[in-house]
């Protein structure tokens, strides 16, 4: 300070600097603990809800009808007048069309929709999933039978968000793009129980498969007809699989690692399916049935730890009866574990 004043500053401007410097030493020395990186995860759950495949919207005049083309390939044609609401009412105006494409297995993992009837692992030739909802901004008034305005008390109210379904004898036109066509496919409507989605075989769908030509460039697909809305799946049971060929694979989990959040999965090579295997919780150990001796498989692995640190397991397997398969898993960002789900395809 004595400095200061021999340079001849006025004592109300030192004590302006001093107080300066004060409040840049009491800044320097009150530092925010550092918040979590970006990329950690609570829980493995939240990675899958955070990376799951999105949802595409598209707006639809339902009196006329229209076709919808998924950011993936997927095909939707709905008729003219194909839509009604819970009670059968007709609809006309605008309504939104949801449409998730969910075509190979990552986006099956991490979506939480994996090819599973009952319990027996499917060979998925794609899923989707479409939703129909009136979109007018607000409520619809139709007329009754009996009159030619809309009368309040007798009319009948479609309120805007409403889901709405096909009508009776309406069939949707679909297509979805494939790499290799397997005439063993049949068609699936999935229900979802505690979470999980089950799949069973569809009533009443016809369909084919072939080359479609009026695109730009034609590929393979899978082209039927449906009265089905929410989640569909082109999917064939797996050849040796199910039957009496069937034989256990067990897995451990590496020593120390903690196991309250981890989730094993069997990938059948060169097929596209995926199925979990079970336990964990209070064990170690995991085991699934629904594999053959034989058969070349690979374990895929996912676990976060205490931290938010995302690991991962990719373990190619041939598979021995009976045999016991200690895991190695391996710190991984998000992006990683995305980037070999799709190298397995």
Same mark, same amino acid.
């Given at each position: 300070?004595?400095?200061?004043?021999?340079?001849?500053?006025?004592?109300?401007?030192?004590?302006?600097?001093?107080?300066?410097?004060?409040? =840049?030493?009491?800044?320097? &020395?009150? !530092?925010?603990?550092?918040?979590?990186?970006?990329?950690?995860?609570?829980?493995?759950?939240?990675?899958?809800?955070?990376?799951?495949?999105?949802?595409?919207?598209?707006?639809?005049?339902?009196?006329?009808?229209?076709?919808?083309?998924?950011?993936?390939?997927?095909? !939707?044609? %709905?008729?003219?007048?194909?839509?009604? #609401? =819970?009670?059968?009412?007709?609809?006309?105006?605008?309504? =939104?069309?949801?449409?998730?494409?969910?075509?190979?297995?990552?986006?099956?993992?991490?979506?939480?929709? *994996?090819?599973?009837?009952?319990?027996?692992? *499917?060979?998925?030739?794609?899923? !989707?999933?479409?939703?129909?909802? =009136?979109?007018?901004?607000?409520?619809?008034?139709?007329?009754?039978?009996?009159?030619?305005?809309?009368?309040?008390?007798?009319?009948?109210?479609?309120?805007?968000?409403?889901?709405?379904?096909?009508? &009776?004898?309406?069939?949707?036109?679909?297509?979805?793009?494939? /790499?290799?066509?397997?005439?063993?496919?049949?068609? %699936?409507?999935? &229900? !979802?129980?505690?979470?999980?989605?089950?799949?069973?075989?569809?009533?009443?769908?016809?369909?084919?498969?072939?080359?479609?030509?009026? %695109?730009?460039?034609?590929?393979?697909?899978?082209?039927?007809?449906?009265?089905?809305?929410?989640?569909?799946?082109? /999917?064939?049971?797996? /050849?040796?699989?199910?039957?009496?060929?069937?034989?256990?694979?067990?897995?451990?989990?590496?020593?120390?690692?903690?196991?309250? #959040?981890?989730?094993?999965?069997?990938?059948?090579?060169?097929?596209?399916?995926?199925?979990?295997f079970f336990g964990g919780s209070n064990t170690t150990g995991y085991s699934t049935y629904e594999v053959v001796n034989g058969m070349e498989v690979t374990i895929i692995g996912i676990s976060t730890n205490s931290n938010g640190q995302l690991y991962s397991c990719f373990m190619p397997v041939k598979v021995v009866a009976g045999e016991t398969v200690t895991l190695v898993f391996n710190e991984c960002t998000g992006d990683e574990f995305k980037q070999k789900m799709d190298a397995?395809?």
């Amino acid at each position: 300070m004595e400095n200061l004043l021999k340079k001849g500053l006025p004592l109300l401007a030192i004590v302006l600097v001093m107080m300066t410097s004060a409040c =840049k030493k009491e800044k320097k &020395d009150s !530092i925010t603990a550092p918040t979590a990186a970006h990329g950690q995860y609570s829980s493995v759950n939240d990675f899958f809800s955070k990376n799951s495949v999105q949802s595409q919207y598209f707006t639809m005049d339902a009196s006329n009808g229209a076709t919808i083309v998924g950011a993936k390939g997927s095909r !939707i044609t %709905f008729p003219a007048h194909a839509l009604v #609401d =819970k009670s059968g009412n007709p609809v006309t105006g605008n309504v =939104k069309i949801e449409l998730k494409e969910i075509l190979k297995v990552k986006d099956m993992l991490l979506s939480g929709v *994996l090819p599973v009837s009952n319990g027996a692992p *499917l060979m998925s030739g794609g899923e !989707i999933f479409i939703k129909v909802t =009136k979109d007018n901004g607000g409520s619809q008034r139709l007329a009754t039978a009996d009159s030619i305005a809309p009368v309040a008390q007798d009319s009948i109210v479609i309120p805007n968000g409403a889901e709405l379904v096909l009508a &009776d004898n309406t069939l949707i036109q679909v297509q979805i793009p494939a /790499d290799t066509l397997i005439n063993t496919m049949q068609l %699936f409507q999935g &229900d !979802i129980y505690n979470s999980s989605i089950n799949w069973t075989v569809m009533a009443h769908a016809q369909w084919w498969t072939g080359s479609i030509s009026d %695109f730009e460039s034609p590929f393979k697909s899978y082209f039927f007809t449906c009265h089905q809305l929410n989640w569909i799946n082109v /999917d064939s049971f797996m /050849d040796g699989v199910n039957t009496n060929t069937q034989c256990g694979l067990n897995c451990t989990l590496p020593e120390g690692m903690e196991n309250n #959040d981890t989730k094993l999965y069997v990938y059948y090579n060169g097929i596209n399916s995926i199925f979990p295997f079970f336990g964990g919780s209070n064990t170690t150990g995991y085991s699934t049935y629904e594999v053959v001796n034989g058969m070349e498989v690979t374990i895929i692995g996912i676990s976060t730890n205490s931290n938010g640190q995302l690991y991962s397991c990719f373990m190619p397997v041939k598979v021995v009866a009976g045999e016991t398969v200690t895991l190695v898993f391996n710190e991984c960002t998000g992006d990683e574990f995305k980037q070999k789900m799709d190298a397995l395809q």
